[in-house]
C-alpha cells in the first residue's frame, strides 16, 4: 500500500532473484479499512515509492486510481469461510473481505506467475494461499521473512506514528517473541501460562494496549492448549494510536 520500506523492498528483491520481469501493485485498497481505522491518514509519497522501485529494478508500477479497481456500481466479493474468523480478522470483521477481493483483482489483472507477500502479516499470507488454492489460480505465493529495525521493531509503514516514547514501548513486541522461545525451548508447554507472561512483558511498558496474543496452529489458526509441534505466536498490540503486529513460528523440537 505504499510508503516503501526495507520491507518493501526486500519483497522486490527477492521477486528479482525469481522473475523476470517484477511488477509492484500499489494501491491502498479502502475496502479492508473499517470505520474509525486510519485510510484517510495513511501515509503516502508516490514520487519516493517509485525512485526506490526502479532501483530495485521493478519493471512496472501499477498504481491505478481508486475509481478503476472499484467502478460505480461495483458489486462482488470474496470472502473465505475460516481463516479470517481468528486474530486480526476478530476485531477487522470486513479487513479480510476487502484484502481478498483486492489481490484476486489484481491477480486477474497483472497474471503474476509469482507473488511475493511479507511475513509480518501471516494471517494475510495465509489468507491469500488459501485463495489461490480454492480459487486455482496457477500462481505461486512465496513468503518473504519479517524485516526488522536494527532493535528489533518489525519494519512498518505505520512506524512513523510512533513518538520515541512509543517506539520504546513498541520494542514489548519482539521482546516477547524472543521471550516466548525461551520459555518453549526450556521447555514450557503450557499456551496460557506461556500467553500470561507475554502479557504481563506488553502491559508493563507505557502506552500499550493488547488486541490479542495469539499461540495457534500455523495452518488454521486455531489456539492451542499444549505445545507438542511447531506454533504461531501472533501479536497484535496498539502503542499509543498506532496498532503493531508481529509474529514467529516457533518449533520446540528445535
Known sequence: MGYFHQGHLSLMETAGTLCDHVVVSLFVNPTQFGENEDLDAYPMDLDRDLRLAKE????????????AVYPERFQTSVALASLPR?????????????VATVVTKLFNIV???????????FQQLQVIRQLVKDLNFNIRIVGNPIVRE????????????LSPDER?????LSRSIELAE??????EKNAASIRAKIT??????????????S????DTLNEVDLITSPVLLALAVKVGKTRLIDNRVIDPAQ
Open 200 to 213: 504481563d512483558l506488553i502491559t508493563g511498558h507505557d502506552h500499550t494496549a493488547i488486541d490479542y496474543v
Open 86 to 98: 481468528h486474530l486480526c480478522g476478530l476485531d477487522r470483521p470486513v479487513h479480510f473481505g476487502g
Open 215 to 218: 499461540l495457534c496452529d500455523p
Open 182 to 187: 525461551r520459555l518453549i525451548q526450556a521447555g
Open 150 to 161: 536494527a532493535d528489533g521493531l518489525a519494519m512498518s509503514s505505520r512506524n512513523v506514528y
Open 111 to 121: 497474471r503474476p506467475k509469482v507473488a511475493v507477500f511479507g511475513a509480518k502479516d
Open 56 to 67: 530495485k529494478g521493478v519493471s512496472v508500477v501499477f498504481a491505478p486510481p481508486r475509481e
Open 168 to 172: 520504546q514501548s513498541g520494542l514489548s
